[in-house]
Nanobody, 121 residues
Framework: QVQLVESGGGLVQAGGSTRLSCVASGFIFSINVMGWYRQAPGKQRELVATVGYRGSPKYGDSVKGRFTISRDNVKNTVYLLLNKLQPEDTGVYYC???????????????WGKGTLVTVSS
């Protein structure tokens, strides 16, 4: 079994910053892509940022220049630094991993349960 557990978030004032972390654990051989998605109230889940095993981060248009994704492959952890937060950044942030388990040749999608970020104006 593989688990992804997010931490961080909470209530932040507009213009402020916060950092999210996500640790993957379990029967993991490697993780191809790790990333973050978010879902605002009444809206569909959307891409925030992803990063491959060797880097190459990608960002959603609404967060480019404000958020930074990074990962630690040894710790199976992905981070998201959120800067210049705006009320529209409010939502539940979900960690994602394309995880290759021991004995498997391809990855499977795994998701965390999410962590809430609320940005007050």
């Amino acid at each position: 079994q593989v688990q992804l557990v997010e931490s961080g978030g909470g209530l932040v004032q507009a213009g402020g910053s916060t950092r999210l972390s996500c640790v993957a654990s379990g029967f993991i051989f490697s993780i191809n892509v790790m990333g973050w998605y978010r879902q605002a109230p009444g809206k569909q889940r959307e891409l925030v940022a992803t990063v491959g095993y060797r880097g190459s981060p990608k960002y959603g248009d609404s967060v480019k220049g404000r958020f930074t994704i990074s990962r630690d492959n040894v710790k199976n952890t992905v981070y998201l630094l959120l800067n210049k937060l705006q009320p529209e950044d409010t939502g539940v942030y979900y960690c994602y991993g394309d995880v290759v388990q021991h004995g498997q040749r391809t990855g499977m999608d795994f998701w965390g349960k999410g962590t809430l970020v609320t940005v007050s104006s």
